[in-house]
């Protein structure tokens, strides 16, 4: 059982609202209420990150398309690496679904 660093009530409960979120638009809904753009903007651009460096692409060709800093790239990075698996997580699922191989 994985237990987080950042565990707490408060976070139980933020996750479990997003758990509930049926469709996009209900995202769209929440995280609009939830985060400021820029907020958003840099989440999105960190997924696209992590997405491109799971696709073997180089930092150049990640700045070039997501115009994510260097840093931001090795941050991602180490967190596919050596972080608590989440990017690989959904990164695995987002495969399944796109080879029509769910679980």
């Given at each position: 059982m994985y237990e987080s660093k950042f565990k707490s009530d408060v976070n139980d409960e933020l996750f479990r609202a997003v758990l509930s979120l049926e469709n996009e638009e209900e995202c769209y809904r929440f995280f609009e209420d939830l985060m400021t753009i820029k907020e958003l903007?840099?989440?999105?651009?960190?997924?696209?990150v992590a997405r491109m460096l799971d696709e073997k692409k180089t930092y150049g060709e990640i700045e070039t398309a997501t115009k994510a800093s260097a840093a931001t790239i090795s941050r991602v990075n180490k967190c596919l690496q050596y972080g608590a698996s989440g990017y690989?997580?959904?990164?695995?699922?987002?495969?399944?679904k796109e080879t029509g191989n769910e679980k």
């Amino acid at each position: 059982m994985y237990e987080s660093k950042f565990k707490s009530d408060v976070n139980d409960e933020l996750f479990r609202a997003v758990l509930s979120l049926e469709n996009e638009e209900e995202c769209y809904r929440f995280f609009e209420d939830l985060m400021t753009i820029k907020e958003l903007q840099s989440i999105a651009q960190r997924w696209q990150v992590a997405r491109m460096l799971d696709e073997k692409k180089t930092y150049g060709e990640i700045e070039t398309a997501t115009k994510a800093s260097a840093a931001t790239i090795s941050r991602v990075n180490k967190c596919l690496q050596y972080g608590a698996s989440g990017y690989t997580c959904v990164l695995k699922k987002f495969k399944e679904k796109e080879t029509g191989n769910e679980k």
